[in-house]
Structures are given as C-alpha cells and as structure tokens.
C-alpha cells in the first residue's frame, strides 16, 4: 500500500471516478466537507442560502404553501439534503415560528453526512424540534418533503465513453509516473441500467449519478409510502450535453481539473446535473414531475421580489444596495438565476403546487 498525498491508494490498483471523489470529498479527516467549513467569504465558494436570508425565507414560504396544498396534516415532515452550514434551515426555524399551526405540526430533520458540517450546524440551529438523522426510518407518519439546495451536485458520479457501443468507465490507478486516469470496460449491470434511459441514447460520453441515485432511491420509496416530495435546486442543464463537466472550486474561483489528486481536500469538486435524467429517473419510480424551471422562475414566481420590497423598508441606503446585489447574483441569467434549475418530483393527487408553471 502507498501512501500517495492525502489518502491511501494502492499501487496499480484501479478505482473508479465515483469511488475516489467520495474518498476525496468525504474520507473522514481528509475528505474535503469533513476538513474545513467550505461556505462563505473565507471558504471557497459561497451558495445561495449563504447569500442571501430572502432566498431562505422563500423556501420557507414554499413549503407552507406545500403543506397548505396537503390540507395542513397534524404532522408533517420536512427533511433538508446537505444542510451545509446550517444557513437554510436557521431561517426556516425563524419563519416557520410566525405561522403557529403549521410550526405545531412541522418536524425537521436535517441529512447530514460530514460530521464536521454537522457540528456547525448544531451550533448555528440551537432548536429541539430540528434533529439529526442517518437515514429516513424514523420518519414514519405524515407526508414528506425533501429539499436540497446543491445537494445532487455533490454526490459523486461515474464517467463513461461510449464507443461503438461499448461502454468504458473512467478510473483512476496509481502507478510509479503517478496518478492516471484509465478507461475499463464497463459492468454488465451498470450497462443495462444506462441503457434503460433514453435521455443518455446517443451520447458518447456519459455522466452517472449512481450514488446520486441510491440516495434518490430511499427518498422516492418515503415519498411513495407516505405521499409527499422532493425539491432539488442545482447548478444543471436541460439540453443533451456531451461531455465532462466535473468542476473544481477553490477560494471562489474554478481551478484546472487536471492535476485532480493535488486538490484532494483542498477543492470542491462537484458535477452539472442533468435534469432530464433526473426526471426520467423519477418518473420511473412513478413519482409525478413538474415542469423544469429556472432559480429565476421559481424564486420570482413565489415573490421574492415583493418580499424584499417589504424588508427594505427597515434599512438604510447601504442595506438596500446590499441586498439588491445579493438578489442580482441569486436571479440574473448570466449569474444564479438561469444556471440554476428546480425540479420538483411528488407522489399527491393535486399538481397545482407553487413555484412552477
Ligand atoms: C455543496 S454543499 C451544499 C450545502 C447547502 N445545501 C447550501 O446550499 O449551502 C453539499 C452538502 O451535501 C452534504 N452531503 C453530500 N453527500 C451527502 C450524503 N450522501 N448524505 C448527506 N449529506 C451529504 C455535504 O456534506 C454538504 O453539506
């Protein structure tokens, strides 16, 4: 065994693209989210919870209205994928405590894998009804929603080059020169799971959330045993994309994934999701799905600019220009706003849920 940086990998020894970005990303002690607190002005990149209060508070509003359309039940589970620094679920703590029936009937329960992000978080949400779960067994009463804001994105992913229809998968190996990247022949089973998706016939290069879509698995069996949803918000596309779009973010800015290993705990490295094979993933588990829309869309449709326009009443000049430019980055096209996309996956008999068109 050689110990090669940060973690161990054995010589000549292939592993898989997804096995090592989970080393990478989450090996207790080396792993990227269980080294450093990567969110805000001193850490590498900053999300929108961690922007601004408003896009929190929107959320907030989002899932009452979510509740409403269930016909306010007595118990009602909210469950948030990769809280990061805990910044979205203080918020929704903060208003869901002005809305007193739904708050009696509300449990939070926040998924959590790092245990460094998990001690931030306890310390930012200092409130009994919040709990920390391993996995969804104790939700067992009441309908679901699950939300994640760039939650997917960081799951790692497989990496395939198909080629007269043969499927090779990305590894790494360790040899003498260093670490390589190695293509080998697909499973048999991974094969026939990419095959079942028209959305991936024809490309020659496929990504694949298969732990993304282990995760997805425990969440659409909850959602389809009690009724309820899933609210993904993350950084993806919609029209068919060809090709490698793994990216590496240090101290705000995208670094050359190249040299991969040399950022190994030091960097984020995260994927563009694929929203189509999210939905066609969903649909079939069964799960209804709304129409695709962008941050814009969604956080515009459900008022957040009324709603900044009520906060800003109480602020002076400089306030007011701050929270207008974190609205910028949150909505404008060429920033948050259109890079950005929500999907919305549910299992209720009513589909007219806000946010969507
Ligand atoms: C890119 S961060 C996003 C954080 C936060 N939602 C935000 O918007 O600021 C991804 C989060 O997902 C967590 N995470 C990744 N994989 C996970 C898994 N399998 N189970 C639970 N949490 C996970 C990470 O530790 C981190 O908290």
């Known amino acids: 065994?050689?110990?090669?940086?940060?973690?161990?990998?054995?010589?000549?020894?292939?592993?898989?693209?997804?096995?090592?970005?989970?080393?990478?990303?989450?090996?207790?002690?080396?792993?990227?989210?269980?080294?450093?607190?990567?969110?805000?002005?001193?850490?590498?990149?900053?999300?929108?919870?961690?922007?601004?209060?408003?896009?929190?508070?929107?959320?907030?509003?989002?899932?009452?209205?979510?509740?409403?359309?269930?016909?306010?039940?007595?118990?009602?589970?909210?469950?948030?994928?990769?809280?990061?620094?805990?910044?979205?679920?203080?918020?929704?703590?903060?208003?869901?405590?002005?809305?007193?029936?739904?708050?009696?009937?509300?449990?939070?329960?926040?998924?959590?894998?790092?245990?460094?992000?998990?001690?931030?978080?306890?310390?930012?949400?200092?409130?009994?009804?919040?709990?920390?779960?391993?996995?969804?067994?104790?939700?067992?009463?009441?309908?679901?929603?699950?939300?994640?804001?760039?939650?997917?994105?960081?799951?790692?992913?497989?990496?395939?080059?198909?080629?007269?229809?043969?499927?090779l998968e990305k590894h790494y190996v360790v040899n003498k020169k260093g670490l390589m990247e190695t293509y080998h022949k697909a499973s048999p089973t991974d094969i026939s799971v990419l095959k079942t998706f028209d959305v991936l016939k024809n490309q020659s290069f496929i990504e694949y959330p298969k732990l993304g879509f282990i995760e997805l698995n425990k969440i659409v069996k909850k959602i389809t045993s009690l009724s309820g949803g899933v609210l993904l918000i993350d950084y993806g596309y919609l029209k068919p994309f060809n090709g490698n779009t793994l990216q590496t973010v240090m101290k705000n800015k995208k670094v050359n994934i190249k040299n991969l290993y040399d950022y190994v705990g030091k960097a984020d490295i995260s994927y563009l999701v694929n929203f189509n094979l999210l939905k066609e993933f969903f649909k079939k588990k069964n799960l209804k799905v709304k129409n695709i829309v962008t941050q814009k869309f969604f956080l515009e449709t459900m008022g957040i600019m009324e709603r900044a326009r009520i906060v800003e009443k109480k602020m002076n000049d400089q306030q007011k220009k701050d929270m207008y430019l974190r609205l910028k980055r949150l909505l404008h096209r060429d920033s948050m706003g259109e890079l950005f996309k929500v999907i919305l996956a549910y299992n209720y008999k009513k589909n007219n849920f806000l946010g969507f068109d």
């Open 1 to 167: 065994m050689q110990k090669f940086k940060s973690f161990k990998l054995s010589l000549n020894k292939k592993i898989p693209l997804d096995k090592f970005l989970e080393k990478a990303l989450y090996e207790p002690e080396i792993g990227y989210y269980n080294k450093k607190n990567p969110f805000g002005k001193d850490g590498d990149f900053v999300t929108s919870p961690t922007i601004s209060n408003l896009f929190s508070e929107i959320l907030a509003i989002w899932i009452i209205s979510f509740w409403e359309k269930f016909e306010k039940p007595k118990i009602f589970n909210i469950v948030e994928l990769g809280p990061g620094d805990g910044s979205l679920t203080k918020i929704l703590v903060q208003t869901f405590k002005k809305f007193p029936e739904l708050n009696k009937s509300v449990k939070i329960f926040l998924y959590e894998k790092s245990n460094l992000l998990k001690n931030i978080q306890k310390k930012k949400i200092k409130n009994k009804k919040v709990k920390w779960i391993k996995n969804f067994h104790s939700i067992k009463k009441g309908p679901v929603i699950f939300f994640g804001n760039e939650f997917f994105d960081a799951l790692p992913i497989k990496q395939f080059i198909v080629n007269k229809k043969k499927f």
